[in-house]
Protein backbone atom coordinates (compact mmCIF):
# COMPACT_ATOMS: atom_id res chain seq x y z
CA UNK A 1 0.00 0.00 0.00
CA UNK A 2 1.56 3.11 -1.20
CA UNK A 3 2.03 6.16 1.39
CA UNK A 4 1.71 9.39 1.23
CA UNK A 5 3.21 10.61 -1.65
CA UNK A 6 4.54 14.74 -1.73
CA UNK A 7 5.87 16.56 -4.61
CA UNK A 8 7.92 18.39 -5.55
CA UNK A 9 10.59 16.97 -2.56
CA UNK A 10 12.68 20.31 -3.08
CA UNK A 11 12.32 23.27 -4.39
CA UNK A 12 13.51 26.85 -4.53
CA UNK A 13 11.70 30.38 -5.36
CA UNK A 14 12.08 34.10 -4.78
CA UNK A 15 10.40 36.24 -3.14
CA UNK A 16 7.20 37.52 -4.53
CA UNK A 17 6.79 34.35 -6.14
CA UNK A 18 3.75 31.49 -5.98
CA UNK A 19 4.25 27.89 -5.19
CA UNK A 20 1.90 24.93 -5.32
CA UNK A 21 2.96 21.68 -3.53
CA UNK A 22 1.07 18.60 -4.15
CA UNK A 23 -0.04 15.69 -1.58
CA UNK A 24 -1.50 12.51 -3.12
CA UNK A 25 -3.03 10.41 0.41
CA UNK A 26 -3.04 6.93 0.95
CA UNK A 27 -5.61 5.47 -1.08
CA UNK A 28 -9.01 5.21 0.69
CA UNK A 29 -7.95 8.45 2.42
CA UNK A 30 -10.82 11.42 2.41
CA UNK A 31 -8.86 13.49 5.08
CA UNK A 32 -5.77 15.28 3.94
CA UNK A 33 -4.04 18.44 6.56
CA UNK A 34 -0.94 20.17 5.70
CA UNK A 35 1.61 21.88 8.18
CA UNK A 36 4.59 23.99 8.02
CA UNK A 37 7.78 22.97 10.08
CA UNK A 38 10.41 25.40 10.93
CA UNK A 39 13.17 25.28 13.27
CA UNK A 40 12.22 27.89 15.32
CA UNK A 41 8.30 27.36 15.31
CA UNK A 42 8.21 23.51 15.55
CA UNK A 43 4.98 21.96 13.58
CA UNK A 44 2.08 24.41 12.90
CA UNK A 45 -1.20 23.51 11.80
CA UNK A 46 -1.86 25.17 8.15
CA UNK A 47 -5.48 24.05 7.47
CA UNK A 48 -7.34 19.84 6.94
CA UNK A 49 -9.86 19.00 4.32
CA UNK A 50 -12.13 16.02 4.05
CA UNK A 51 -13.96 15.35 1.74
CA UNK A 52 -13.25 18.81 -1.10
CA UNK A 53 -14.31 20.58 1.86
CA UNK A 54 -11.70 22.54 3.93
CA UNK A 55 -12.97 21.61 8.25
CA UNK A 56 -10.14 23.20 9.97
CA UNK A 57 -7.57 26.24 9.68
CA UNK A 58 -5.14 27.15 11.49
CA UNK A 59 -3.30 31.03 12.42
CA UNK A 60 -2.00 31.75 8.37
CA UNK A 61 -2.22 34.65 6.60
CA UNK A 62 -4.51 34.69 3.52
CA UNK A 63 -1.40 34.07 1.00
CA UNK A 64 -1.56 30.39 2.16
CA UNK A 65 -4.43 28.51 0.68
CA UNK A 66 -5.57 25.22 -0.46
CA UNK A 67 -8.00 22.78 -2.06
CA UNK A 68 -8.56 18.80 -2.26
CA UNK A 69 -9.87 17.20 -5.08
CA UNK A 70 -12.53 14.85 -5.81
CA UNK A 71 -10.45 11.67 -5.34
CA UNK A 72 -8.80 13.44 -2.38
CA UNK A 73 -5.32 14.62 -3.61
CA UNK A 74 -4.76 17.79 -2.26
CA UNK A 75 -2.58 21.10 -3.19
CA UNK A 76 -1.07 24.01 -1.40
CA UNK A 77 -0.55 27.42 -2.64
CA UNK A 78 1.52 29.99 -1.23
CA UNK A 79 1.19 33.68 -2.90
CA UNK A 80 3.47 36.39 -2.58
CA UNK A 81 6.16 34.29 -1.50
CA UNK A 82 8.27 35.85 1.97
CA UNK A 83 11.35 34.64 3.29
CA UNK A 84 10.03 33.40 6.29
CA UNK A 85 7.98 30.95 4.32
CA UNK A 86 10.73 28.83 3.87
CA UNK A 87 10.63 25.72 6.13
CA UNK A 88 9.40 22.08 5.43
CA UNK A 89 5.76 21.32 4.44
CA UNK A 90 4.09 18.72 5.42
CA UNK A 91 0.93 16.31 4.33
CA UNK A 92 -0.42 14.44 6.56
CA UNK A 93 -3.22 12.16 5.68
CA UNK A 94 -6.32 9.62 7.52
CA UNK A 95 -9.45 7.74 7.10
CA UNK A 96 -11.50 10.33 8.52
CA UNK A 97 -11.49 14.10 10.09
CA UNK A 98 -12.23 12.31 13.36
CA UNK A 99 -9.74 10.77 15.64
CA UNK A 100 -8.06 8.64 13.26
CA UNK A 101 -4.23 7.95 12.84
CA UNK A 102 -2.37 10.63 10.80
CA UNK A 103 0.33 8.98 8.22
CA UNK A 104 2.77 12.07 7.58
CA UNK A 105 4.53 12.40 4.02
CA UNK A 106 7.92 12.82 3.35
CA UNK A 107 7.46 16.84 2.91
CA UNK A 108 8.52 19.46 0.75
CA UNK A 109 11.37 21.54 1.27
CA UNK A 110 10.44 25.23 -0.01
CA UNK A 111 13.61 27.86 0.05
CA UNK A 112 12.33 31.32 -0.20
CA UNK A 113 15.56 33.37 -1.75
CA UNK B 1 -5.00 29.94 24.13
CA UNK B 2 -4.27 25.93 23.38
CA UNK B 3 -0.63 25.17 23.93
CA UNK B 4 1.76 21.80 24.18
CA UNK B 5 5.00 22.02 26.02
CA UNK B 6 7.50 19.41 26.15
CA UNK B 7 10.48 18.70 28.17
CA UNK B 8 13.67 18.19 28.27
CA UNK B 9 14.13 19.84 25.17
CA UNK B 10 17.25 17.75 24.22
CA UNK B 11 18.36 14.66 26.03
CA UNK B 12 21.37 12.63 25.56
CA UNK B 13 21.60 8.85 27.00
CA UNK B 14 23.51 5.77 26.28
CA UNK B 15 22.58 3.14 24.35
CA UNK B 16 20.44 0.06 26.54
CA UNK B 17 19.35 2.99 29.14
CA UNK B 18 15.50 4.28 29.88
CA UNK B 19 14.49 7.62 29.41
CA UNK B 20 11.02 9.32 29.61
CA UNK B 21 10.24 12.30 28.04
CA UNK B 22 7.38 14.73 28.90
CA UNK B 23 4.51 16.99 27.80
CA UNK B 24 2.03 19.20 29.02
CA UNK B 25 -0.71 20.70 27.44
CA UNK B 26 -3.46 23.42 27.53
CA UNK B 27 -5.85 22.11 25.15
CA UNK B 28 -9.76 22.18 24.69
CA UNK B 29 -12.11 20.40 24.58
CA UNK B 30 -9.73 17.90 24.41
CA UNK B 31 -9.88 14.74 21.49
CA UNK B 32 -6.73 12.75 21.72
CA UNK B 33 -3.21 12.76 22.43
CA UNK B 34 -0.32 11.30 20.14
CA UNK B 35 3.09 10.70 20.23
CA UNK B 36 5.47 11.03 16.78
CA UNK B 37 8.76 10.37 16.02
CA UNK B 38 10.35 12.09 13.64
CA UNK B 39 13.47 11.27 11.69
CA UNK B 40 15.94 14.06 10.46
CA UNK B 41 14.50 15.01 7.21
CA UNK B 42 11.55 12.51 7.16
CA UNK B 43 7.85 13.03 8.07
CA UNK B 44 6.64 12.01 11.56
CA UNK B 45 5.47 8.75 12.46
CA UNK B 46 3.00 7.86 14.85
CA UNK B 47 3.82 6.17 17.69
CA UNK B 48 0.70 6.09 20.12
CA UNK B 49 -2.60 7.48 19.80
CA UNK B 50 -4.53 7.91 23.20
CA UNK B 51 -8.11 9.20 23.74
CA UNK B 52 -9.38 10.62 27.40
CA UNK B 53 -10.43 7.16 28.74
CA UNK B 54 -6.96 5.82 28.06
CA UNK B 55 -4.22 6.18 30.53
CA UNK B 56 -1.56 4.05 29.09
CA UNK B 57 -0.48 2.31 25.70
CA UNK B 58 2.30 0.71 24.46
CA UNK B 59 4.33 0.08 21.05
CA UNK B 60 6.84 -1.96 21.38
CA UNK B 61 9.61 -0.33 23.52
CA UNK B 62 7.76 2.90 23.89
CA UNK B 63 5.05 3.32 26.21
CA UNK B 64 2.79 6.56 26.75
CA UNK B 65 0.78 7.84 29.56
CA UNK B 66 -1.96 9.93 30.04
CA UNK B 67 -3.36 12.14 32.88
CA UNK B 68 -6.05 13.62 31.72
CA UNK B 69 -6.72 15.56 35.00
CA UNK B 70 -3.19 16.95 35.27
CA UNK B 71 -2.96 17.49 31.51
CA UNK B 72 0.03 15.77 31.77
CA UNK B 73 1.69 12.75 29.11
CA UNK B 74 4.77 10.68 29.54
CA UNK B 75 6.61 9.20 26.70
CA UNK B 76 8.52 6.05 27.75
CA UNK B 77 11.79 4.07 26.23
CA UNK B 78 12.71 1.31 27.43
CA UNK B 79 16.29 -0.26 26.73
CA UNK B 80 16.79 2.46 23.94
CA UNK B 81 18.71 2.10 20.72
CA UNK B 82 20.96 3.71 18.08
CA UNK B 83 17.78 4.27 15.92
CA UNK B 84 15.92 5.54 18.56
CA UNK B 85 17.35 8.91 18.02
CA UNK B 86 15.28 11.05 16.84
CA UNK B 87 12.82 14.04 18.05
CA UNK B 88 9.80 13.08 19.83
CA UNK B 89 6.68 15.38 18.96
CA UNK B 90 3.93 15.21 21.09
CA UNK B 91 0.55 16.58 20.08
CA UNK B 92 -2.58 16.76 21.19
CA UNK B 93 -6.18 17.22 19.21
CA UNK B 94 -8.90 19.53 20.02
CA UNK B 95 -12.32 18.70 18.17
CA UNK B 96 -13.67 21.29 16.68
CA UNK B 97 -17.35 20.18 15.62
CA UNK B 98 -16.36 20.30 11.91
CA UNK B 99 -12.52 18.15 12.59
CA UNK B 100 -9.68 17.63 14.56
CA UNK B 101 -7.70 20.97 15.25
CA UNK B 102 -4.26 19.67 16.10
CA UNK B 103 -1.84 22.05 18.42
CA UNK B 104 2.15 20.66 18.43
CA UNK B 105 4.71 20.70 20.97
CA UNK B 106 8.08 21.94 19.68
CA UNK B 107 9.57 18.33 20.43
CA UNK B 108 12.33 16.67 22.59
CA UNK B 109 15.57 15.81 20.23
CA UNK B 110 16.52 12.13 21.99
CA UNK B 111 20.43 11.38 20.67
CA UNK B 112 21.42 7.44 22.14
CA UNK B 113 24.70 7.21 22.09
CA UNK B 114 27.14 3.88 22.31
Known amino acids: KAGVTQTPRYLIKTRGQQVTLSCSPISGHRSVSWYQQTPGQGLQFLFEYFSETQRNKGNFPGRFSGRQFSNSRSEMNVSTLELGDSALYLCASSFSAGTGEAFFGQGTRLTVV | KNQVEQSPQSLIILEGKNCTLQCNYTVSPFSNLRWYKQDTGRGPVSLTIMTFSENTKSNGRYTATLDADTKQSSLHITASQLSDSASYIC?????????????FGTGTQLKVEL
Open chain 2, 91 to 103: VVSAWTGGGNKLT
